[in-house]
């Protein structure tokens, strides 16, 4: 018989949210060579509040993506309730991008690939994908050779493209994203020279 899981007490719960909050904060500015000890202060916790949390400082990266992974699914599982399969796609396409436009998680992502977490809720979010791309195909709202796995690898390519331009205008990436909206699209598409690829 397995033990249940209790849930955090309220102020434990409230600590792990100013550390996930302030680690974002201190990783934006500062990169993955941010400390543990400027985590904390900027959290207003001691720096031992951090280790009973996070035992490491990759773990405390993998608990940031793990979150904004989860907050990603749970957009696209809301999309797929929508009456319109094509537009509930998009919707969540500029949903995934505004959110990348307002924290860039590259690095952390890169750092806690690896992670058993993090894989499954990437898993989970992938299949998630691909159930609103399906449903998008079958409404004719897209072409019929693009895969879950093709939108997810475009997800992050509205606003990764801009960061190639000089003093971009904030909203850029919109211009973008409307670009890989018109080549999603069935009509006047060409066929594409490869094998979709597999997610695993």
């Known amino acids: 018989m397995t033990t249940p899981v209790r849930p ?8 792990r949210a100013l550390l996930l909050a302030a680690a974002e904060a201190e990783f ?12 904390a202060r900027r959290a207003g916790v001691a720096k031992g509040t951090v280790f009973r949390h996070f035992a490491t400082k990759e773990e405390l990266m993998a608990a940031i993506v793990g979150e904004h ?3 990603l699914t749970a957009v696209a599982r809301e999309a797929l309730d929508a009456a319109d399969p094509g537009t509930a ?55 019929d050779d693009v895969t879950g796995t093709d939108v997810f690898a475009l997800m992050c390519a509205p606003v990764h493209v ?7 205008a904030p909203d850029l990436w919109r211009r973008y994203l409307t670009i890989i909206f018109d080549g999603l699209r ?3 598409a060409s066929p594409l020279p490869m094998p979709a690829p597999t997610w695993h």
């Open 69 to 71: 992974i989860a907050s």
């Open 28 to 39: 934006a500015e500062r990169g993955p060579d941010a400390s543990v000890a400027d985590i």
């Open 162 to 168: 801009i960061e190639f331009l000089p003093n971009p």
């Open 89 to 143: 796609l998009f919707d969540f396409l500029t949903v995934s991008a505004d959110k990348r436009q307002q924290s860039d998680l590259t690095f952390l992502q890169t750092v806690s690939g690896d992670d058993s977490k993090v894989i499954e809720l990437r898993d989970e979010l992938v299949a998630t994908i691909t159930a609103l791309v399906d449903r998008a195909r079958a409404a004719g709202a897209v072409r």
């Open 186 to 188: 069935p009509q006047g």
């Open 8 to 15: 955090l007490r309220v102020d434990a719960a409230r600590n």
